[in-house]
């Protein structure tokens, strides 16, 4: 009698053999959905961008509008975004610059939609708005008529990412299944 036991299931149930692994920035990083990895990227570049906004709009307020300064930084952010969806969300690309290309009407139209929604809040005034709900008290009326306030700027994030994660899974899920149609 033998005391060994040979296993009946030979399967390797530690990858996944339906869903080939990206290259991403980390391989740990395979092991989250999508939709976290972009809330991720998201999250980080967001950072970046508000810090460069917010350090941007006080050293240019006086020769800038809000919406200006927001469509300038946003435009740096585009090639840094790309980089973070790569490495982060979608896999590293055989050809960046092919794909930072094709990702780039995103990117623009983006900016342009953030740009035009700041422009569209300051003019209406939402931070003094959503302060007052709020049950903030306003000291100075300079104050409430800041461009560019912490209320628009969320309000734009929010707006944009969720343009963002719509138009990048279309564009770059076109890219994937276009690759593997190559491939056949």
């Not at 740096?76 to 973070?84: G, K, P, R, S």
């Not at 628009?152 to 770059?172: E, H, K, P, R």
């Amino acid at each position: 009698m033998s005391t060994t036991e040979v296993p009946t299931d030979t399967t390797d149930k530690t990858s996944s053999s339906t869903e080939e692994k990206k290259k991403l920035l980390h391989p740990i990083l395979n092991d989250l959905p999508e939709p976290i990895r972009f809330a991720l990227s998201g999250m980080v570049g967001n950072v970046i961008f508000l810090a460069a906004f917010n350090v941007s709009l006080k050293a240019f307020r006086k020769v800038a509008s809000a919406s200006m300064v927001f469509g300038v930084v946003q435009f740096f952010c585009i090639v840094l975004n790309h980089a973070l969806n790569m490495s982060i969300v979608f896999g590293w690309p055989d050809n960046y610059v092919a794909s930072l290309t094709s990702n780039l009407p995103v990117g623009l139209t983006s900016l342009a939609l953030g740009a035009f929604t700041t422009s569209t809040l300051d003019t209406l005034k939402f931070d003094f708005h959503v302060n007052s709900y709020l049950g903030y008290i306003v000291e100075k009326i300079e104050d409430a008529e800041e461009e560019g306030g912490f209320w628009v700027s969320i309000a734009v994030m929010a707006i944009t990412g969720v343009f963002s994660y719509v138009a990048l899974n279309l564009v770059n899920k076109k890219e994937d299944a276009d690759e593997k149609k190559k491939e056949l």
